[in-house]
């Protein structure tokens, strides 16, 4: 079955904005999905929908064939196979060490020592950033720290990542780096959902794209189908 089946979602924001209005969606297994829309369509908020951080006012989340309650141990199963990586690394990235940064997951998993050692260096070996190991994280560069923050959540072994604007503020040799290790992830069985402003980017790399509006998911479809009808 799918990953995700969604269905009229609605939320408002404590000042009463309504930033989703009946969202319904099914996420399929192992694509690389891009959700387009502009500001404010609500992709952040939908996307925090998915690993439960913002809870509906009204509609279900179901994951892996389970509508998602919202106890602490359905949210730490559902954390542990699905992964976010933030827009911005500063919000996500809080260990003083990229050693220290990439092991907090797998260690919170119950792993033995070794387990999670060779999580780490798996997860640095596939971002290219084993050379970062033992270095300071608050004094990284911006592209750096968003390669360790994608290693954060691979050392997790996730079905699923989500990036939210992943190439957000790059320059074109780390968006080109990011696009590529997008592809050998999702090249691995993990799916993958990328929020983005940038038509082109989502034409040439995704196989499915949602289009948001005004808090619902508008059209969905491979791209060929998507751009013909504009
Ligand atoms: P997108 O990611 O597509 O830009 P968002 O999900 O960030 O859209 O925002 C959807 C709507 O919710 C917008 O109108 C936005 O201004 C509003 N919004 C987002 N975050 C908050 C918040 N914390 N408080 C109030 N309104 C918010
Ligand atoms: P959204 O989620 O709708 O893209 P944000 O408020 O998160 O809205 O970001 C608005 C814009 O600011 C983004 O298009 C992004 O390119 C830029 N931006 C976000 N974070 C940074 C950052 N750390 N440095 C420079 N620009 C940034």
Sequence with gaps: GNIFEIQDLHFNYPDGTAALQGLSVSIERNKKIALLGSNGAGKSTFLLHLIGILKPDKGKVIFNGQELKYDRASLINLRNKVGY???????????????????????????TNEEVENRVIKALLDTGASHLKDRATH??????????????????????????????????????????????????????????????????????????????????GPPEEIFNDE
């Design 85 to 111: 990586v933030f827009q911005d690394p500063d919000t996500q990235l809080f260990s003083a060490s990229v050693w220290q940064e990439v092991s907090f997951g797998p260690m919170n998993l119950g792993l």
């Design 139 to 220: 004094f990284l560069s911006y592209g750096q720290k968003k390669l360790i923050s994608i290693a954060d959540i691979l050392a997790m072994n996730p079905d699923m990542i989500i990036f939210d604007e992943p190439t957000a503020s790059l320059d074109p040799k780390y968006t080109h780096r990011i696009l590529d290790l997008l592809n050998d992830i999702n090249e691995r069985g993990i799916s993958i959902i990328m929020a983005t402003h940038d038509v082109d980017k989502a034409y040439q790399w995704a196989d499915i794209i949602f289009v948001m509006k005004d808090g619902r998911i508008a059209k969905v």
